[in-house]
């Protein structure tokens, strides 16, 4: 599953990462976590993400097709060799 948000909750703090948190417990999900934007809340991303460093944990610094391109990549690369 992939997750592509700024990491700033707009209701319900805690509610994503206690999700993530039960879907994480069945080992079946890997959840991978994209940060957009300005500044996204990384910190908030990682407790979401199955694992704190890339490749579940990526960050777009910018919506170039270059960056796009290059996160995407990293995300198939991944998932692809599960």
């Known amino acids: 599953m992939v997750l592509v948000s700024d990491g700033h909750s707009n209701s319900r703090p805690g509610e994503t990462t206690r999700a993530a948190a039960a879907l994480k417990l069945t080992g079946q999900v890997s959840l991978y976590a994209v940060g957009v934007?300005?500044?996204p809340?990384?910190?908030?991303?990682?407790?979401?993400?199955?694992?704190?460093?890339?490749?579940?944990?990526?960050?777009?610094?910018?919506?170039?097709p270059n960056d796009v391109t290059a996160v995407a990549g990293q995300l198939l690369d991944s998932i692809c060799s599960q």
């Not at 809340?41 to 979401?48: G, I």
């Open 41 to 64: 809340d990384m910190t908030a991303l990682a407790l979401v993400a199955s694992g704190p460093r890339p490749p579940y944990l990526l960050r777009m610094t910018e919506r170039l």
């Open 37 to 39: 934007g300005a500044d």
